[in-house]
């Protein structure tokens, strides 16, 4: 007599695997930044695939360790937004869209200032980003207080002051 695999079982140990490795990425991730002190303390590194230059920073070590500064943190919000099961989790797209233009304005090393101009890139992303959490808020409020769409569409339609407004919010 052969056993078959319980389904739940396997989907138990598939989500324990996966969980293992996440947790095991982002606990490596110190290591991962720290991982700047292995480059060269100099102006050029040569390697056999390439030869990098450092030009705004001076040393391979301060652009890498840049570089690092930015990637760790976009990684991990990569991560928590790839397995966040919250109803909120597009609100993480915007400090994914910041630190992902601000690696890029470090790896540009023609960027003087790679902190200061990209929140008026990350504008669009929030005007997008922002209205549509807060309508699958309001939904989700609505169905879990029970009203129906169409109280729900009046209520957005109705006429409001600015102090009104502020007080539906919270």
Same mark, same amino acid.
């Given at each position: 007599?052969?056993?078959?695999?319980?389904?739940?079982?396997?989907?138990?140990?598939? $989500?324990?695997? %996966? /969980?293992? &490795?996440?947790?095991?990425?982002?606990?490596?991730?110190? $290591?991962?930044? $720290?991982?700047?002190?292995?480059?060269?303390?100099?102006? %050029?590194?040569? %390697?056999?695939?390439?030869?990098?230059?450092?030009?705004?920073? =001076?040393?391979?070590?301060?652009?890498?360790?840049?570089?690092? /500064?930015?990637?760790?943190?976009?990684?991990?919000? &990569? &991560? +928590?937004?790839? %397995?966040?099961?919250? +109803?909120?989790?597009? #609100?993480?797209?915007?400090?994914?869209?910041?630190? @992902?233009?601000?690696?890029?304005? #470090?790896? =540009?090393?023609?960027?003087?200032?790679?902190?200061?101009?990209?929140i008026w890139w990350l504008f669009p992303i929030m005007l997008v980003i922002i209205p549509l959490v807060y309508l699958?808020?309001?939904?989700?409020?609505?169905?879990?207080? /029970?009203?129906?769409?169409?109280?729900?569409?009046?209520?957005?339609? @109705?006429?409001? =002051?600015?102090?009104?407004?502020?007080?539906?919010?919270?």
């Open positions: 007599m052969s056993k078959h695999p319980n389904k739940s079982t396997k989907r138990t140990s598939s $989500y324990l695997v %996966t /969980g293992s &490795i996440i947790a095991l990425i982002i606990a490596a991730s110190p $290591y991962i930044f $720290y991982s700047y002190e292995s480059f060269p303390k100099e102006k %050029t590194w040569e %390697t056999f695939l390439f030869t990098y230059h450092a030009n705004w920073y =001076n040393l391979v070590y301060v652009s890498v360790w840049t570089m690092m /500064g930015k990637f760790v943190p976009l990684f991990l919000l &990569i &991560i +928590w937004f790839i %397995t966040c099961k919250h +109803w909120w989790y597009h #609100v993480i797209l915007i400090p994914i869209g910041m630190f @992902a233009f601000q690696l890029f304005s #470090v790896i =540009n090393d023609d960027v003087g200032f790679t902190d200061e101009v990209e699958i808020r309001a939904k989700l409020s609505n169905r879990l207080l /029970g009203k129906d769409l169409k109280s729900f569409e009046e209520d957005l339609g @109705a006429r409001r =002051n600015l102090w009104q407004q502020i007080k539906d919010l919270f």
